[in-house]
Protein backbone atom coordinates (compact mmCIF):
# COMPACT_ATOMS: atom_id res chain seq x y z
CA UNK A 1 0.00 0.00 0.00
CA UNK A 2 1.34 3.79 -0.97
CA UNK A 3 0.35 6.37 1.33
CA UNK A 4 1.59 8.93 -0.30
CA UNK A 5 0.11 11.78 -1.61
CA UNK A 6 0.32 12.04 -5.62
CA UNK A 7 2.79 14.92 -6.09
CA UNK A 8 0.15 17.61 -8.09
CA UNK A 9 -1.82 17.00 -4.30
CA UNK A 10 1.38 17.43 -2.00
CA UNK A 11 2.29 20.45 -3.94
CA UNK A 12 -1.43 21.94 -3.94
CA UNK A 13 -1.17 21.25 0.01
CA UNK A 14 1.94 23.02 0.34
CA UNK A 15 0.27 25.84 -1.15
CA UNK A 16 -2.36 26.12 0.94
CA UNK A 17 -0.54 25.28 3.85
CA UNK A 18 1.73 28.94 2.92
CA UNK A 19 -1.37 30.71 2.56
CA UNK A 20 -2.47 29.85 5.40
CA UNK A 21 0.71 30.70 7.39
CA UNK A 22 1.20 33.70 5.54
CA UNK A 23 -2.22 35.14 4.94
CA UNK A 24 -4.66 33.84 7.38
CA UNK A 25 -2.88 33.47 11.16
CA UNK A 26 -2.19 36.84 10.78
CA UNK A 27 -5.65 38.38 10.50
CA UNK A 28 -7.39 35.53 12.57
CA UNK A 29 -7.70 37.33 16.21
CA UNK A 30 -8.87 40.29 13.76
CA UNK A 31 -11.62 37.82 12.67
CA UNK A 32 -12.84 36.81 16.46
CA UNK A 33 -12.72 40.76 17.36
CA UNK A 34 -14.94 41.50 14.04
CA UNK A 35 -16.82 38.55 13.43
CA UNK A 36 -15.94 39.30 9.67
CA UNK A 37 -13.22 37.29 7.42
CA UNK A 38 -11.80 40.56 5.48
CA UNK A 39 -12.52 40.50 1.88
CA UNK A 40 -8.91 40.09 0.48
CA UNK A 41 -8.61 37.04 2.36
CA UNK A 42 -11.74 35.29 0.46
CA UNK A 43 -10.76 36.74 -2.86
CA UNK A 44 -7.24 35.41 -2.49
CA UNK A 45 -9.11 31.92 -1.72
CA UNK A 46 -11.35 32.22 -4.71
CA UNK A 47 -8.23 33.16 -6.84
CA UNK A 48 -6.59 29.89 -5.73
CA UNK A 49 -9.48 27.76 -6.75
CA UNK A 50 -10.42 26.98 -3.01
CA UNK A 51 -14.03 27.21 -3.71
CA UNK A 52 -13.64 24.99 -6.73
CA UNK A 53 -12.75 22.09 -4.66
CA UNK A 54 -15.49 19.65 -5.38
CA UNK A 55 -16.06 20.61 -8.64
CA UNK A 56 -14.91 18.60 -11.90
CA UNK A 57 -12.09 20.48 -14.09
CA UNK A 58 -14.70 20.95 -17.36
CA UNK A 59 -17.03 23.37 -14.97
CA UNK A 60 -14.42 25.40 -13.63
CA UNK A 61 -12.98 23.35 -10.58
CA UNK A 62 -10.16 21.91 -9.57
CA UNK A 63 -11.56 18.51 -9.83
CA UNK A 64 -9.29 16.69 -7.15
CA UNK A 65 -11.30 14.11 -5.62
CA UNK A 66 -12.01 13.51 -2.18
CA UNK A 67 -8.20 12.55 -1.20
CA UNK A 68 -7.08 15.74 -2.60
CA UNK A 69 -9.90 18.02 -1.51
CA UNK A 70 -8.71 16.14 2.40
CA UNK A 71 -5.28 17.48 2.06
CA UNK A 72 -6.86 20.78 1.23
CA UNK A 73 -9.18 20.72 4.21
CA UNK A 74 -6.79 19.49 6.51
CA UNK A 75 -4.27 22.46 5.70
CA UNK A 76 -7.32 24.77 6.16
CA UNK A 77 -8.12 23.11 9.65
CA UNK A 78 -5.00 24.31 10.77
CA UNK A 79 -6.00 27.88 10.90
CA UNK A 80 -9.24 30.34 12.02
CA UNK A 81 -12.73 27.66 11.83
CA UNK A 82 -14.49 30.13 10.56
CA UNK A 83 -13.05 30.97 7.86
CA UNK A 84 -12.58 27.68 6.98
CA UNK A 85 -16.11 26.81 7.52
CA UNK A 86 -17.23 29.22 4.93
CA UNK A 87 -15.31 27.88 2.71
CA UNK A 88 -16.04 23.98 3.90
CA UNK A 89 -19.86 24.37 3.43
CA UNK A 90 -19.68 25.87 0.07
CA UNK A 91 -17.20 23.45 -0.96
CA UNK A 92 -19.02 19.99 0.88
CA UNK A 93 -23.03 20.26 1.45
CA UNK A 94 -23.32 23.41 -0.47
CA UNK A 95 -21.96 21.93 -3.88
CA UNK A 96 -21.72 18.55 -3.77
CA UNK A 97 -25.48 17.77 -4.18
CA UNK A 98 -25.34 19.89 -7.99
CA UNK A 99 -21.80 17.93 -9.11
CA UNK A 100 -23.64 14.72 -7.92
CA UNK A 101 -27.65 14.68 -8.52
CA UNK A 102 -27.96 18.01 -10.67
CA UNK A 103 -28.75 18.02 -14.53
CA UNK A 104 -26.32 18.83 -17.20
CA UNK A 105 -28.23 22.28 -17.27
CA UNK A 106 -28.23 22.75 -14.06
CA UNK A 107 -24.36 22.14 -13.81
CA UNK A 108 -23.59 24.41 -16.30
CA UNK A 109 -25.79 27.35 -15.24
CA UNK A 110 -24.70 27.12 -11.59
CA UNK A 111 -20.69 25.25 -11.41
CA UNK A 112 -19.05 27.61 -13.03
CA UNK A 113 -19.85 30.37 -10.70
CA UNK A 114 -19.55 28.49 -7.67
CA UNK A 115 -16.22 27.53 -8.80
CA UNK A 116 -14.96 30.98 -9.09
CA UNK A 117 -16.07 32.02 -5.57
CA UNK A 118 -18.75 34.36 -7.94
CA UNK A 119 -21.85 32.29 -6.06
CA UNK A 120 -21.82 30.87 -2.53
CA UNK A 121 -23.58 27.76 -1.86
CA UNK A 122 -25.13 26.43 1.15
CA UNK A 123 -27.54 23.64 2.49
CA UNK A 124 -30.94 23.78 4.03
CA UNK A 125 -31.71 20.58 5.45
CA UNK A 126 -32.47 21.32 9.45
CA UNK A 127 -35.98 23.04 11.16
CA UNK A 128 -36.76 24.08 14.70
CA UNK A 129 -39.06 20.70 14.56
CA UNK A 130 -36.49 18.84 12.39
CA UNK A 131 -32.66 18.62 13.61
CA UNK A 132 -31.55 14.76 14.43
CA UNK A 133 -35.45 13.89 12.71
CA UNK A 134 -34.48 14.91 9.51
CA UNK A 135 -37.63 13.38 8.25
CA UNK A 136 -39.92 15.46 10.56
CA UNK A 137 -39.69 18.88 7.68
CA UNK A 138 -42.64 21.27 7.96
CA UNK A 139 -41.26 23.39 5.04
CA UNK A 140 -43.72 22.31 2.08
CA UNK A 141 -43.38 22.55 -2.14
CA UNK A 142 -46.53 22.88 -3.59
CA UNK A 143 -46.60 22.76 -7.45
CA UNK A 144 -48.48 25.36 -9.38
CA UNK A 145 -47.71 24.85 -12.83
CA UNK A 146 -44.76 25.23 -14.57
CA UNK A 147 -43.21 26.47 -10.72
CA UNK A 148 -43.32 25.25 -7.14
CA UNK A 149 -44.53 27.35 -4.30
CA UNK A 150 -41.94 26.99 -1.02
CA UNK A 151 -43.68 27.58 1.95
CA UNK A 152 -41.94 27.36 5.67
CA UNK A 153 -38.65 27.99 7.03
CA UNK A 154 -35.23 26.67 7.61
CA UNK A 155 -32.94 27.66 10.69
CA UNK A 156 -28.63 27.16 11.72
CA UNK A 157 -28.35 27.78 7.92
CA UNK A 158 -24.55 27.81 7.13
CA UNK A 159 -23.37 30.65 4.55
CA UNK A 160 -27.04 32.14 4.15
CA UNK A 161 -26.26 35.48 5.41
CA UNK A 162 -24.01 35.08 2.15
CA UNK A 163 -25.47 32.53 0.09
CA UNK A 164 -26.60 32.72 -3.50
CA UNK A 165 -27.63 29.09 -4.38
CA UNK A 166 -29.48 26.90 -1.62
CA UNK A 167 -29.96 23.39 -1.88
CA UNK A 168 -33.49 23.03 0.15
CA UNK A 169 -35.48 19.58 1.28
CA UNK A 170 -39.09 20.04 1.17
CA UNK A 171 -41.80 18.26 1.29
CA UNK A 172 -44.18 17.87 -2.10
CA UNK A 173 -46.61 14.95 -0.58
CA UNK A 174 -47.03 14.84 3.02
CA UNK A 175 -48.66 11.10 2.71
CA UNK A 176 -45.57 9.47 1.58
CA UNK A 177 -43.32 10.21 4.76
CA UNK A 178 -39.46 10.04 3.77
CA UNK A 179 -40.70 9.12 0.13
CA UNK A 180 -42.38 12.85 -0.25
CA UNK A 181 -39.90 14.73 0.09
CA UNK A 182 -37.61 16.58 -2.96
CA UNK A 183 -35.07 18.78 -2.91
CA UNK A 184 -34.53 22.16 -4.73
CA UNK A 185 -32.00 24.86 -5.65
CA UNK A 186 -33.42 28.33 -4.48
CA UNK A 187 -31.71 31.08 -5.67
CA UNK A 188 -31.71 33.94 -2.61
CA UNK A 189 -33.33 36.95 -5.58
CA UNK A 190 -36.55 34.37 -5.79
CA UNK A 191 -39.36 35.48 -4.63
CA UNK A 192 -40.81 35.15 -1.74
CA UNK A 193 -37.30 33.95 -0.61
CA UNK A 194 -35.42 35.97 2.36
CA UNK A 195 -32.73 35.57 4.56
CA UNK A 196 -33.48 36.49 8.73
CA UNK A 197 -31.45 37.48 11.23
CA UNK A 198 -27.70 36.14 12.16
CA UNK A 199 -27.04 33.82 14.91
CA UNK A 200 -24.98 34.43 17.95
CA UNK A 201 -22.92 31.88 17.88
CA UNK A 202 -20.43 30.30 21.08
CA UNK A 203 -17.22 29.78 18.02
CA UNK A 204 -17.02 29.89 14.05
CA UNK A 205 -16.43 34.03 14.05
CA UNK A 206 -16.63 34.99 10.52
CA UNK A 207 -18.69 32.14 9.51
CA UNK A 208 -22.72 33.41 9.62
CA UNK A 209 -25.65 31.36 10.21
CA UNK A 210 -29.28 32.36 9.89
CA UNK A 211 -32.60 31.34 9.65
CA UNK A 212 -33.94 31.58 6.09
CA UNK A 213 -37.69 31.82 5.18
CA UNK A 214 -40.32 30.81 2.05
CA UNK A 215 -43.19 32.61 1.70
CA UNK A 216 -45.18 31.16 -1.30
CA UNK A 217 -41.26 31.51 -2.84
CA UNK A 218 -41.53 30.59 -6.59
CA UNK A 219 -39.04 27.89 -8.01
CA UNK A 220 -38.93 27.46 -11.16
CA UNK A 221 -39.79 23.10 -11.63
CA UNK A 222 -36.10 22.98 -13.94
CA UNK A 223 -34.41 23.90 -10.45
CA UNK A 224 -35.42 20.58 -9.11
CA UNK A 225 -33.01 18.79 -7.95
CA UNK A 226 -32.87 15.16 -8.60
CA UNK A 227 -35.81 13.27 -9.26
CA UNK A 228 -39.37 14.35 -7.14
CA UNK A 229 -39.37 12.50 -4.01
CA UNK A 230 -35.89 11.89 -3.71
CA UNK A 231 -34.60 14.64 -1.77
CA UNK A 232 -34.32 12.36 1.65
CA UNK A 233 -32.17 10.33 -0.41
CA UNK A 234 -30.38 12.71 -2.00
CA UNK A 235 -29.83 14.77 2.08
CA UNK A 236 -28.34 11.55 3.11
CA UNK A 237 -25.95 11.27 -0.08
CA UNK A 238 -24.98 14.78 0.12
CA UNK A 239 -24.05 14.49 4.43
CA UNK A 240 -22.55 11.25 4.03
CA UNK A 241 -19.88 12.75 1.18
CA UNK A 242 -18.83 15.46 2.91
CA UNK A 243 -18.47 13.66 6.41
CA UNK A 244 -14.40 13.00 5.29
CA UNK A 245 -13.69 16.28 4.45
CA UNK A 246 -15.41 17.57 7.88
CA UNK A 247 -13.03 14.86 9.51
CA UNK A 248 -9.60 16.03 7.88
CA UNK A 249 -10.66 19.77 8.78
CA UNK A 250 -10.89 18.58 12.28
CA UNK A 251 -7.47 16.76 11.96
CA UNK A 252 -5.88 19.56 10.71
CA UNK A 253 -6.97 21.31 13.96
CA UNK A 254 -5.89 19.18 16.15
CA UNK A 255 -2.81 18.72 14.45
CA UNK A 256 -1.87 22.43 14.88
CA UNK A 257 -3.10 22.26 18.55
CA UNK A 258 -0.63 19.51 19.14
CA UNK A 259 2.04 21.24 17.76
CA UNK A 260 1.20 24.50 19.74
CA UNK A 261 1.23 22.31 23.16
CA UNK A 262 4.62 20.76 22.32
CA UNK A 263 6.37 24.02 21.65
CA UNK A 264 4.44 25.67 25.25
CA UNK A 265 5.35 22.49 27.30
CA UNK A 266 9.42 22.89 25.92
CA UNK A 267 9.30 26.35 27.24
CA UNK A 268 7.07 26.84 29.87
CA UNK A 269 9.09 26.01 33.04
CA UNK A 270 7.62 24.88 36.43
CA UNK A 271 9.71 23.57 39.47
CA UNK A 272 12.78 24.61 37.96
CA UNK A 273 12.20 22.65 34.30
CA UNK A 274 10.16 23.02 31.15
CA UNK A 275 6.73 21.00 32.16
CA UNK A 276 7.53 18.81 29.03
CA UNK A 277 9.52 16.50 30.80
CA UNK A 278 6.77 15.70 33.50
CA UNK A 279 5.29 12.34 32.97
CA UNK A 280 1.50 13.46 32.89
CA UNK A 281 2.37 16.02 30.02
CA UNK A 282 3.98 13.38 27.76
CA UNK A 283 1.17 11.28 28.60
CA UNK A 284 -0.80 13.91 27.38
CA UNK A 285 0.50 14.45 24.23
CA UNK A 286 1.32 11.02 23.70
CA UNK A 287 -2.54 10.57 23.89
CA UNK A 288 -3.11 13.53 21.46
CA UNK A 289 -0.48 12.11 19.05
CA UNK A 290 -2.23 8.63 19.28
CA UNK A 291 -5.55 10.33 18.49
CA UNK A 292 -4.28 12.29 15.24
CA UNK A 293 -2.83 9.18 13.77
CA UNK A 294 -6.14 7.68 14.05
CA UNK A 295 -7.79 9.55 12.60
CA UNK A 296 -5.51 10.70 10.02
CA UNK A 297 -6.10 6.74 8.40
CA UNK A 298 -9.77 6.89 8.77
CA UNK A 299 -9.96 9.82 7.50
CA UNK A 300 -7.77 8.94 4.02
CA UNK A 301 -8.98 5.79 4.19
CA UNK A 302 -12.72 6.78 3.30
CA UNK A 303 -11.25 9.80 0.98
CA UNK A 304 -9.95 6.73 -0.82
CA UNK A 305 -13.05 4.30 -0.59
CA UNK A 306 -15.39 7.52 -1.63
CA UNK A 307 -12.64 8.10 -4.87
CA UNK A 308 -13.35 4.27 -5.65
CA UNK A 309 -16.98 5.27 -5.85
CA UNK A 310 -17.53 2.63 -2.85
CA UNK A 311 -20.23 2.54 -0.55
CA UNK A 312 -19.08 4.53 2.84
CA UNK A 313 -22.49 5.14 4.71
CA UNK A 314 -20.94 3.31 7.45
CA UNK A 315 -17.41 4.78 7.29
CA UNK A 316 -18.61 8.05 6.86
CA UNK A 317 -20.69 7.91 10.32
CA UNK A 318 -17.41 6.44 11.90
CA UNK A 319 -15.08 9.36 10.77
CA UNK A 320 -17.69 12.16 11.10
CA UNK A 321 -17.92 10.55 14.41
CA UNK A 322 -14.14 10.11 15.35
CA UNK A 323 -13.07 13.45 13.84
CA UNK A 324 -15.48 15.21 16.40
CA UNK A 325 -14.59 12.96 19.19
CA UNK A 326 -10.71 13.42 18.36
CA UNK A 327 -11.09 16.80 17.85
CA UNK A 328 -12.51 17.81 21.23
CA UNK A 329 -10.15 15.35 23.21
CA UNK A 330 -7.41 16.87 21.92
CA UNK A 331 -8.34 20.76 22.65
CA UNK A 332 -9.29 20.36 26.04
CA UNK A 333 -5.84 18.43 26.60
CA UNK A 334 -4.56 21.69 25.03
CA UNK A 335 -5.81 23.76 27.31
CA UNK A 336 -4.92 21.36 30.32
CA UNK A 337 -1.59 22.26 29.19
CA UNK A 338 -1.54 25.52 28.96
CA UNK A 339 -2.92 26.47 32.03
CA UNK A 340 -4.91 29.72 32.69
CA UNK A 341 -2.98 31.02 29.49
CA UNK A 342 -5.31 28.46 27.18
CA UNK A 343 -8.52 29.79 29.17
CA UNK A 344 -7.58 33.56 27.81
CA UNK A 345 -9.19 34.50 24.52
CA UNK A 346 -5.60 36.18 23.56
CA UNK A 347 -4.51 33.37 22.40
CA UNK A 348 -5.77 30.42 19.84
CA UNK A 349 -5.93 28.03 22.28
CA UNK A 350 -8.84 28.87 23.74
CA UNK A 351 -10.63 29.41 19.58
CA UNK A 352 -9.62 26.06 18.96
CA UNK A 353 -11.76 24.83 22.31
CA UNK A 354 -15.07 26.72 20.95
CA UNK A 355 -15.05 25.72 17.77
CA UNK A 356 -14.33 22.54 18.36
CA UNK A 357 -17.41 21.44 20.51
CA UNK A 358 -20.02 22.32 17.58
CA UNK A 359 -18.19 19.13 15.35
CA UNK A 360 -20.54 17.07 17.60
CA UNK A 361 -23.45 18.62 16.82
CA UNK A 362 -23.64 19.72 12.75
CA UNK A 363 -24.05 17.99 10.12
CA UNK A 364 -25.18 14.92 12.01
CA UNK A 365 -24.90 14.81 15.73
CA UNK A 366 -22.22 12.15 17.76
CA UNK A 367 -25.23 10.08 18.54
CA UNK A 368 -27.21 9.95 15.08
CA UNK A 369 -23.66 9.06 14.13
CA UNK A 370 -23.28 5.55 16.46
CA UNK A 371 -27.36 5.37 14.88
CA UNK A 372 -25.84 4.79 11.81
CA UNK A 373 -22.71 3.04 12.11
CA UNK A 374 -25.31 0.55 14.41
CA UNK A 375 -27.99 0.03 11.54
CA UNK A 376 -25.80 -0.85 9.10
CA UNK A 377 -23.58 -3.29 11.24
CA UNK A 378 -27.26 -4.95 11.63
CA UNK A 379 -27.36 -5.34 8.16
CA UNK A 380 -23.63 -6.76 7.19
CA UNK A 381 -24.19 -9.29 10.30
CA UNK A 382 -27.59 -10.75 10.80
Known amino acids: MDFRLPEDIALLKQHVRQFVEKEVEPVAMEIEEKDEIPARIL ?127 AVTDPSKGPKGITSFLVEKDFPGFHVGKWEKKMGLRGSHSAEIFFEDCEVPEEN ?26 NLGSSEKLLEMSIKFASERVQFGKPILEQQIIQHYLAEMALDIESLRWLTYRVAWMVDQGMNVIKEAAMVKLLGSEVYNRVADKAVQIHGGIGYIADYPIERFYRDARITKIYEGTSEIQKNIIA ?8
Do not use: W
Not at 80 to 87: A, D, L, P, R, S
Not at 112 to 125: D, Q, S, T, V
Not at 231 to 245: E, F, P, S
Not at 375 to 382: G, H, P
Open 224 to 249: VLGEEGKGYVNALKILANGRAGLAAR
Open 43 to 169: EMAKEMGLFGLSIPEEYGGLGIGMIGKCAVYEELGRTHNGFTTVIGAHTGIGTVGIVEIGSERQKRKYLPRMAAGELIGAFALTEPSAGSNATNLKTTAVKKGDKYLLNGSKHYITNAPIADVFTVM
Open 375 to 382: AQLKREYL
